[in-house]
Each structure stands twice: as structure tokens, then as C-alpha cells.
């Protein structure tokens, strides 16, 4: 079983829709829950992290943490066609592990139409 | 002014062949990483260095020599080129290693081609 489980879609939606990116973990170490996003032909940059449990907001992103049933979220609320691109989940454990580096998911492919 | 860079960004390049692919960071970071992404677009780590130490080294063909001659560069030489190795190749920086929330810093990546 891989560390991290993420569907690769592709997920194609129109502007103004709410879009719901998802991941699956299976290491209970994990307390850093990361969302990047990589455009075509460039590299991944961080775009929110969450620590543990919980929900944070970040203007129309959200990211959601169920530590229990192990499965983390992004939220994209009207969407627009500027967040069309590939979204990746990223987690690692806490500094000084062992496991200490980032576990990605196999990142979605979003597209929003106009 | 370019936080992680990468050279040459794309690479077409026969098998069989020998190459380099140069990286710098100006972040100030002690940790540098190697990632290969697939057409599939999985991003799969390959090696890091802490500090110049090597502390990362995932199942990688030994045809695969990282170096890093300074805490701001880290150079990925790749011997006897084969198809399979095309790929984007990825560097990337942190503060420091060792999980935690460290933002990872990502280069623009280099597209190899194996003919």
C-alpha cells in the first residue's frame, strides 16, 4: 500500500463550481498535511499546510484534516480558470523523525472551463 | 530574482549518453532535493542532501550520482542514459530537513528526453 493515496482524475469542472480534492494516508506519524499546486510546465509550489486536525481557511481554499479517518481535503469555492492545473497533497511527520521528509500523493489534475 | 534554479531546462539527448543537470538555491536553505516526475505527473523523491551530507538515497539506479559541492548547489550526473529516464527532474530546497512544516522550495524543473 502506497503512503499516500490520491485519485489522479482528471477533474474537469465549470467556473464558479466548488471542487473537492481529496487524499488518503496510511502512516499515523504523519502531522503536517500539505496542498501544492503545479502548473503545466512548472514546478510545485506550496499553496496551504494544515498541522493536525482541523480546518484552514485561505481566501476561497480550504483544507480539511481527519486524522482519524486518515483523509485530508482541499475545497476550492468558485472555482475560476486561473486554478486550473495539477494539485498535489504532501505530508511528513514531525521534525526529528526518522520518516522526516515529504510523503506526495500522485497529484489531481484540475481543469476549470469558463 | 530566482529562489531555486535549474540547468539546462530541457535536455533531448541520446542513449547510451552521459549527463548533467545543475542546480542552485539562494534561499539560504541546508537541505536540497532531487524528485523525478513521470508523465504521469507522480513526483518521486530520488535523494537529498543535508548540510552536503547525503541522508536521502531512494531505490535509484546507480547510474544516478548526485553531488553537492556546497550547501547551495546540488548537481545530478546521470550515466548511460536509457529511455526510461525521461522524465522532469525537479530540485527543490528547505529550510532545514527533517519534517515538520518546512515549505519545500521547487525549481523549474529540467525535461530530459532519451532517444
Known amino acids: 500500500q502506497k503512503e499516500v493515496e490520491q485519485d489522479p482524475g482528471p477533474l474537469s469542472v465549470p467556473e464558479g463550481a466548488i471542487v473537492s480534492l481529496n487524499c488518503t494516508y496510511s502512516n499515523s506519524a504523519f502531522q503536517y498535511f500539505m496542498w501544492y499546486r503545479q502548473y503545466s510546465r512548472k514546478g510545485p509550489e506550496l499553496l496551504m499546510y494544515?498541522?493536525?486536525?482541523g480546518n484552514k481557511e485561505d481566501g476561497r481554499f480550504t483544507a480539511q484534516v481527519d486524522k482519524s479517518s486518515k483523509y485530508i481535503s482541499l475545497f476550492i469555492r468558485d472555482s475560476q480558470p486561473s486554478d486550473s492545473a495539477t494539485y498535489l497533497c504532501?505530508?511528513?511527520?514531525?521534525?526529528?523523525?526518522?520518516?522526516?521528509?515529504?510523503?506526495f500523493g500522485r497529484g489531481t489534475q484540475l481543469t476549470v472551463w469558463p | 530574482d530566482t529562489a531555486v534554479s535549474q540547468t539546462p531546462k530541457y535536455l533531448v539527448t541520446q542513449m547510451g549518453n552521459d549527463k548533467s543537470i545543475k542546480c542552485e538555491q539562494n534561499l539560504g536553505h541546508d537541505t536540497m532535493y532531487w524528485y523525478k516526475q513521470d508523465s504521469k505527473k507522480f513526483l518521486k523523491i530520488m535523494f537529498s542532501?543535508?548540510?552536503?551530507?547525503l541522508i536521502i538515497n531512494e531505490t535509484v539506479p546507480n547510474r544516478f550520482s548526485p553531488k553537492s559541492p556546497d550547501k547551495a548547489h546540488l548537481n545530478l550526473h546521470i550515466n548511460s542514459l536509457e529511455l526510461g529516464d525521461s522524465a522532469v527532474y525537479f530540485c527543490a530546497s528547505s529550510q532545514q530537513w527533517g519534517g515538520g512544516s518546512d515549505e519545500q522550495f521547487f525549481g523549474p524543473g529540467t525535461r530530459l528526453t532519451v532517444l
Open positions: 542532501y543535508n548540510n552536503k551530507e
Open positions: 494544515t498541522y493536525s486536525s
Open positions: 504532501a505530508m511528513t511527520p514531525p521534525r526529528g523523525s526518522t520518516l522526516g521528509r515529504l510523503y
